[in-house]
């Protein structure tokens, strides 16, 4: 017999440093000692974010002045079968005062040093490992050269996410360029990805693999890297990307793009349409610069990626 889903607003409270705020569930709740993302259940009449912002008041005595929607996980408790709606809080007013954990913390998603962590919150920490703005590389296009200096350029600045993405460039050369990219950004603790090879990936040890939507159409396991996304264009490629718990995917076009010139964008509207409810970061794309990552969020993106504007001139 199928039980009735419980709809919770769960708060990623962000500081700039990206450190996020864990409570310890108290004594006398289920999975005492347990750590967790504050927030609550949502109340007949209530939206998600109303009951966060609700929630947040009461357990915190926080005033949220910014909350932007990120994802949507349902678990499977022996008490209940809970709908998480996960939120990003990164602005609020007032001194944080716990009046419900047992403790709070300030933890860095690639440090956690509390646990356990309840069984619905723990894949989010990865999640919150992905940064938030990828670089798509075309040395095919500007020559190989000219690439690795826009790519060092871009490390300094702080890039943390590379795909490699080079249809124009031959095989040796391709892997070649890889591996290249691949010693400049471990060097800058980045993540690298391999598009559409996973042989490839495997044998130059890149971080990762970006599969096209034509592959990801056509999968039905997951392929065994540590970080695997997907590019998609549709609510069923999205969802395709959830069924085989991929780490991201990037949505596109939201806006004409050089690329896909006469290819019209959805628009802000239409990609917080189709990311809804989705349990993975999605990252648009299409037509983006660096400076739109807020807008992005506000529309339910985990970040955004391009291709041009994304690389140093």
């Known amino acids: 017999m199928s039980r009735k889903i419980v709809h919770v607003a769960a708060a990623v409270i962000t500081r700039p440093d990206g450190s996020v705020l864990l409570g310890q569930r108290a004594p006398d709740t289920f999975y005492p000692g347990y750590w967790e993302f504050p927030g609550g ?19 915190l005595d926080m005033e949220v002045l910014r909350a932007h929607p990120w994802l949507t996980r349902e678990h499977l408790y022996e008490h209940a079968h809970v709908s998480l709606h996960f939120f990003e809080v990164s602005a609020w007013r007032g001194e944080i005062h716990d009046r419900v954990h047992s403790a709070l913390r300030w933890q860095h998603p690639e440090r956690i040093e509390v646990g356990p962590m309840l069984p619905a919150n723990g894949p989010i920490l990865k999640a919150l490992r992905l940064p938030r703005r990828m670089a798509i590389t075309r040395a095919g296009e500007v020559g190989i050269d000219a690439q690795l200096i826009a790519l060092e350029q871009a490390l300094d ?10 249809p124009g460039l031959a095989a040796a050369e391709r892997e ?24 490839l990936a495997q044998r130059v040890g890149a971080d990762g693999l970006h599969l096209p939507a034509r592959q990801l159409v056509t999968l039905d396991a997951r392929p065994a890297l540590e970080w695997v996304g997907a590019s998609c264009h549709t609510r069923e490629e999205l969802e395709q990307a959830a069924r085989l718990a991929l780490d991201y995917a990037l949505l596109s076009p939201v806006q004409t793009t050089a690329t896909h ?3 019209p964008g959805v628009g802000w509207a239409g990609f917080t349409a189709l990311v809804e409810r989705l349990p993975l970061p999605v990252l648009a794309l299409g037509g983006l610069s660096p400076g739109d990552l807020e807008i992005a969020k506000a529309a339910g993106a985990h970040g955004i990626a391009g291709i041009r504007a994304f690389w140093p001139a």
């Open 176 to 199: 070649t360029f890889a591996r290249e990219v691949l010693i400049r950004s471990r060097l800058a603790g980045a993540l690298t990805l391999i598009n559409g090879d996973s042989e």
């Open 157 to 166: 600045n702080g890039l943390k996410l590379i795909q490699v993405r080079e």
């Open 41 to 59: 259940k949502v109340e007949p009449g209530e939206s998600p974010r109303e009951a966060l912002i609700r929630e947040l008041s009461e357990e």
């Open 261 to 263: 010139p006469g290819v």
